[in-house]
């Protein structure tokens, strides 16, 4: 198990890594910067780079993780590339229903590929299911979403990249952030400021993850600096199922 630093989990489970870019929000890839840096050394996980690998030694981790977590499925990956085989993601789904203790958000930008194998995939009641939409373009994300029967479905808006008009009929949680690290694009304090409203409208917690590299006025100030307030509030709010049946 990895415990985690991101804010909305506690820990991160990759029976998969690697990935390839798909869409605005993956420019900037943290785990593609991470991965990278170790290629080519003998021996490391990450000797192979980003490239997508397999990695069923890490299968049955979470059965063995006595205490209850939530746990981040695929913080360097995606459960659903296209590369990941049907039977794999199957393994996984069935290794989440048997560790009925902890509580897994999978998070995926492959959505038309959740709601092709969602029919045939058990969705037990501590399984959370979410799409990223950075931008407007891939708001028909969520719409592939609506199709996972999950107890709780979810959307991260990060990193946040335009204004959002959402659909949030059926969806149970919102994340919003913006982009940190080299190269990282700033957030306009509008945009979050819109989904956070149409969250409260809507009655769907809505989870602010940070400002990013960037402050409210634009500067570049860093992670830490800039912090995860908005308009003076901490906004940390979890779907009400949060309790794992």
């Given at each position: 198990?990895?415990?985690?630093?991101?804010?909305?989990?506690?820990?991160?489970?990759?029976p998969?890594?690697?990935?390839?870019?798909?869409?605005?929000?993956?420019?900037?890839?943290?785990?593609?910067?991470?991965?990278?840096?170790?290629?080519?050394?003998?021996?490391?996980?990450?000797?192979?780079?980003?490239?997508?690998?397999?990695?069923?030694?890490?299968?049955?981790?979470?059965?063995?993780?006595?205490?209850?977590?939530?746990?981040?499925v695929?913080?360097?990956?995606?459960?659903?590339?296209?590369?990941?085989?049907?039977?794999?993601?199957?393994?996984?789904?069935?290794?989440?229903?048997?560790?009925?203790h902890?509580?897994?958000q999978?998070?995926?930008?492959?959505?038309?590929?959740?709601?092709?194998?969602?029919?045939?995939?058990?969705?037990?009641?501590?399984?959370?299911?979410?799409?990223?939409?950075?931008?407007?373009?891939?708001?028909?994300?969520?719409?592939?979403?609506?199709?996972?029967?999950?107890?709780?479905?979810?959307?991260?808006?990060?990193?946040?990249?335009?204004?959002?008009?959402?659909?949030?009929?059926?969806?149970?949680?919102?994340?919003?952030?913006?982009?940190?690290?080299?190269?990282a694009?700033?957030?306009?304090?509008?945009?979050?400021?819109?989904v956070?409203?149409?969250?409260?409208?809507?009655?769907?917690?809505?989870?602010?993850?940070?400002?990013?590299?960037?402050?409210?006025?634009?500067?570049?100030?860093?992670?830490?600096?800039?912090?995860?307030t908005?308009?003076?509030?901490?906004?940390?709010?979890?779907?009400?199922?949060?309790?794992?049946?």
């Amino acid at each position: 198990m990895q415990r985690s630093s991101i804010e909305w989990t506690e820990a991160t489970w990759n029976p998969i890594t690697g990935c390839t870019q798909i869409s605005p929000g993956c420019a900037h890839c943290y785990a593609l910067t991470f991965a990278e840096r170790f290629r080519g050394v003998p021996g490391h996980p990450y000797e192979n780079g980003f490239d997508l690998q397999l990695r069923p030694d890490r299968m049955e981790q979470p059965l063995r993780w006595k205490k209850p977590r939530t746990i981040f499925v695929n913080s360097m990956s995606d459960l659903f590339h296209e590369e990941v085989p049907e039977d794999y993601i199957q393994q996984v789904f069935a290794v989440m229903e048997s560790a009925s203790h902890h509580r897994f958000q999978v998070l995926t930008k492959r959505s038309e590929r959740l709601a092709q194998l969602a029919p045939s995939l058990p969705w037990p009641s501590n399984v959370w299911m979410g799409v990223s939409v950075e931008n407007q373009r891939f708001a028909r994300r969520i719409d592939d979403l609506r199709v996972a029967p999950a107890t709780v479905r979810f959307l991260s808006c990060e990193p946040l990249l335009g204004e959002l008009d959402l659909d949030l009929a059926e969806i149970h949680w919102v994340i919003a952030g913006g982009e940190s690290g080299p190269g990282a694009r700033p957030m306009d304090p509008e945009w979050v400021r819109a989904v956070r409203d149409q969250c409260v409208n809507a009655e769907v917690p809505f989870f602010f993850k940070q400002w990013g590299a960037h402050d409210e006025m634009g500067g570049r100030v860093g992670k830490k600096r800039a912090g995860r307030t908005l308009d003076g509030e901490t906004w940390s709010h979890m779907p009400e199922a949060s309790n794992v049946a």
